[in-house]
């Protein structure tokens, strides 16, 4: 069942996201608070959507993962799973490789290599794995190779992960390898691979599984609204510049907008409706596609880079993005259905 809550949060994400690549391009301005706090650092700091994305990814394959892999783990359940995930992802993805492939290499809409090695890497979802591969076509789908990957591992980790007690060693173990990898000297393609973000998956589905577990303990004295605005005060951490992209700042502010998160789509909410909850679930279900096509404003070029035109940019991305939602999106999602409903 779709939660409009869990929708809300996917278009905090892809928001954060997208601000954040629009704001590389405009100056990266700032009003300094005290304290290393700035009223421009969320702009800075949008990079943490990814991170928030990865717990949301890892909520919902709880959900998948209910109803696919009941009654344990087998082979046969392991590759419908996949498949289906594959079907999830793969077309819309797949489309948008030609439509960047098109706009880069007839509209020079940017500068990126597009060859049959970087197609292939990417299509088999291991283009993140290469640091040659990893930028290339567009910037944002080392993310996508680094999901499916997830999506891969996850019913080793059910299998293996059957106790609480288990699931809590597993999330130490994926912390600690987070930290380790970040600090190694490894290349930026392993620092930011699964191994790197192993954590905020984990702690995705985990919060699936111990959902009620952990709403009766966030519930107590509203945590789950304090988790939430301690994420919102995090966010205008400025520090030493815009370079805050550190493991333990990331895992933490992931966190606690997963808390808040199950606080918010478990508690009983009453009220109408409005067009803002519409629309805004209406980003969180686009999401993917408004993350795919997350660099299209690459095709507008302003005169001059302030807050007006970074917000026009914006809006250009979000609507293209729900343009392609509905235009390949929804209907690869209804082929899916179809496929698995026989």
Known sequence: MRSNVVDYYRALAVTLVSVYHIHMGLGRGARDLSYGLDLYA????????????????GYCMGMSTARNLTNGVTFSKSCRYLFNRFLRIAPAYYFSIFVWFVLINYFSITNKPT?????????LFIHNLHPDTIYTINGVYWSIGVEMQFYVLLPVIIAIATSLNKRLMLLGLCIVSTVLTYTSDLSLAYKIGLANYLSLFVFGWMLYECRFSVYSFISKGKLGLICLVAAIL???YKGNGYSNSEKIYEMIISMLFGLSMIYFSLKNQ????????KTTALVGRASFSIYLYNYIFYAI????YNLFSGLIM?????VFGIFMYYFVEVKTEKFRKLVFSR
Do not use: C
């Open 270 to 277: 009453s009220g109408n409706n409005t067009l803002v909850k």
């Open 301 to 304: 070029n302003p005169v001059k």
């Open 234 to 236: 995090m966010m205008f």
């Open 42 to 57: 969320p702009l800075g700091n949008g990079w943490v959507g990814v991170g928030i994305f990865f717990i949301i990814s």
């Open 115 to 123: 060859g049959i090695f970087d197609i292939v890497t990417h299509m």
């Open 314 to 318: 914006l809006l250009v991305v979000i």
